[in-house]
Nanobody, 121 residues
Framework: QVQLVESGGGLVQPGGSLRLSCAAS????????MGWYRQAPGKERELVGI???????TYADSVRGQFTISRDNAKNTVYLQMNSLKPEDTAVYYC???????????????WGQGTLVTVSS
């Protein structure tokens, strides 16, 4: 069984920064794309950004230049550095990964349980 566990959420003032982490555990052969999504109250879940196994990143227009995604393949961990936070960044942030459990098998999409980020004074 594969699990993604997020950490680092919390309450931050506008203009502040937070760093989220998401660690994958279990019997994993390899991880392809990892990413972050968020869901604000009363809204649909949306993409924040993704990072490939080689480090290529793609961001939503709303966070480009403000958020940075990185990963440590040795630790099966992906990070989300969030700077200049605004109240509209308040959401539950979810980690996502495409995982291969065995060589030459299909990718399995796995989600974390989410971590709440609240931006408020």
């Amino acid at each position: 069984q594969v699990q993604l566990v997020e950490s680092g959420g919390g309450l931050v003032q506008p203009g502040g920064s937070l760093r989220l982490s998401c660690a994958a555990s279990g019997r994993i052969f390899s991880i392809n794309t990892m990413g972050w999504y968020r869901q604000a109250p009363g809204k649909e879940r949306e993409l924040v950004g993704i990072i490939s196994s080689t480090g290529s990143t793609t961001y939503a227009d709303s966070v480009r230049g403000q958020f940075t995604i990185s990963r440590d393949n040795a630790k099966n961990t992906v990070y989300l550095q969030m700077n200049s936070l605004k109240p509209e960044d308040t959401a539950v942030y979810y980690c996502n990964a495409d995982v291969r459990l065995q060589p030459m098998t299909r990718l399995l999409e796995v989600w974390g349980q989410g971590t709440l980020v609240t931006v408020s004074s």
